[in-house]
């Protein structure tokens, strides 16, 4: 056993920073016995150094994380800050002055993640992101690790806490969306700036990297489809209860069946309330990962929140350290298909549409000639008239969303259409 300490950075003590710093203190013994050496928190980098932080030494706590990372002696940043910058220069000023990195932050490493994956092998040394994906869930390790013998084909999940908490709610409270972010906000499932979650950035970074990890290539958020659930209303969840199923904001990676290509994309969904997915609450997260040989895959667990992030980041430490001790590197990023990214048009899967229209005769064939004539085939239609007008839904048979999109825009154009009031993609059968 190593005596002389292996030196830490932390680089944000907010939500997680909080948590990490006091893991590493409560758990120290566990955590040297389980390294083989003890780990040391060497600083504390914050923005407002007054800021009362219960259980950490005020001597370590600097404003100024720049002078921390050159000091010399730091063998392991850990940044949970957040955002692009300074998170990306100081996470470079790191690797300049011999230190690994764990980091959590999702944004960062779907924008700028090869450039990092880079800079860490350059300096021989780790780059890990656990706490970056599903919170708790081990999910990149077992993905980069364990699955890189096999093929993934397909992976789908819900991945941001606060947007499944918050969909949970209105859907089993019947709760207002505003009511139910601000207490996701309050449990501290939310980014800074919750747009991030409730329009699908969140989930979209967390996409690409997943994709990334999956199909061994590089896949960038702005390769990522993305829609939020603003627009998920208390009538959609009607309806989705009506065909027995609930809505979830859902990330989907797939390779196409060529496998010259991939997808990825993130939006609300329907999905039958028999779907393992419909059943996860609250802030939870779970993804299906089906791998050739391995076949399907579920990981489940909580994906948000300062203790659950933080044992994630905790785990890359004690696996950072263990290879700094033995002179190592874990795995650097794996992107050698160079697979392209296709457009959303070209993914297929089924569809809900829900429209405003007149209630005459001939409606109802006319509304079927466009969706035949744009090569999308009617699963189930069901029309409830009152007063002249009608509420018509349409259920699809899987189709390309291009041929979709299509039948939608021809749609409006229709005299007999008052109104497209939702269209929502129906997944998990
Ligand atoms: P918080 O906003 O709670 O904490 C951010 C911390 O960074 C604060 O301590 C803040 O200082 C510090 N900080 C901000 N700007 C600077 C700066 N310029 N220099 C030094 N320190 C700075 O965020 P979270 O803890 O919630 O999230 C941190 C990271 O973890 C993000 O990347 C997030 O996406 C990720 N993450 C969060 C999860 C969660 O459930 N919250 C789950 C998984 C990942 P101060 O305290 O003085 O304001
Ligand atoms: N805001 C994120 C979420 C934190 O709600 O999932 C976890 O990455």
């Known amino acids: 056993m190593r005596t002389r300490p292996l030196k830490v950075a932390l680089l944000g003590c907010g939500v ?22 003890p780990v040391e928190l060497a600083g504390v980098a914050v ?29 392991v940043v850990i940044e949970v800050i957040g955002g692009i910058e300074p998170a990306r220069t100081l996470i470079t000023t790191a690797f300049e002055n011999g230190a690994s990195v764990v980091s959590a932050n999702k944004a960062l490493l779907a924008q700028d993640g090869a450039a990092l994956h880079a800079a860490a092998e350059q300096h021989g040394l780790d780059l890990y992101y656990e706490a970056a994906v599903a919170g708790a869930i081990p999910l990149v390790r077992p993905m980069r690790e364990s699955l ?53 950035y969140d989930a ?16 960038r958020l702005d390769d990522v489809y993305r829609e939020g659930m603003t627009e998920v209303s208390a009538s959609d969840f009607a309806s989705a209860k009506r065909m027995g199923c609930t809505i979830k904001l859902l990330a ?12 990825a994309r993130v939006h609300p969904a329907m999905i039958p309330l028999t779907h393992p997915l419909a059943s996860v609450r609250e802030a939870y997260n779970a993804v299906f990962v089906e791998a050739e ?24 430490l004690v696996a950072v350290c263990r290879n700094k001790l033995a002179e190592a590197t874990g795995p650097g990023e794996s992107a050698y298909t160079q697979l392209p990214v296709s457009p959303m048009g070209d993914v297929v899967t089924r569809y809900h549409i829900s429209l405003d229209v007149a209630d005459k005769p001939g409606v109802l064939a006319q509304v079927a000639t466009t969706f035949a004539e744009h090569g999308v085939s009617i699963d189930t239609v069901r029309q409830q008239g009152k007063d002249g007008e009608a509420s018509l839904v349409v259920v699809t048979h899987r189709a390309p969303d291009a041929a979709l999109s299509g039948t939608v825009e021809a749609l409006r154009k229709l005299d007999t259409v008052r109104g497209v ?6 997944e998990g059968e």
Do not use: W
């Open 16 to 37: 997680v920073g909080s948590e990490v710093a006091r893991i590493m203190t409560t758990h120290a013994d566990d955590l040297t016995a389980r390294i083989g050496a």
């Open 47 to 75: 923005r407002r150094p007054s800021k009362v932080r219960e259980g950490i030494d005020p001597a370590l706590v600097t404003t100024d994380a720049t002078a921390l990372l050159k000091r010399g002696d730091i063998d």
């Open 148 to 200: 890189a013998g096999d093929k993934i084909n397909r992976v789908m999940g819900i991945v941001n806490g606060t947007t499944n908490f918050i969909l949970d709610k209105m859907d089993s409270t019947g709760a207002g969306y505003q009511e139910a972010l601000d207490e996701a906000t309050a449990l501290g499932y939310a980014e800074a700036d919750p747009t991030a979650d409730v329009e699908g």
């Open 204 to 219: 979209a970074a967390k996409a690409a990297i997943l994709a990334g990890i999956a199909f061994h290539t590089r896949v």
């Open 252 to 263: 989907i990676l797939e390779r196409a069946a060529d496998g010259e290509s991939v997808t």
């Open 293 to 316: 040989a391995a076949g399907r895959l579920m990981f489940y667990g909580p994906g948000a929140g300062g203790s659950p992030t933080a044992s994630a980041v905790l785990g890359d």
């Open 421 to 426: 009031a939702s269209i929502m993609r129906v």
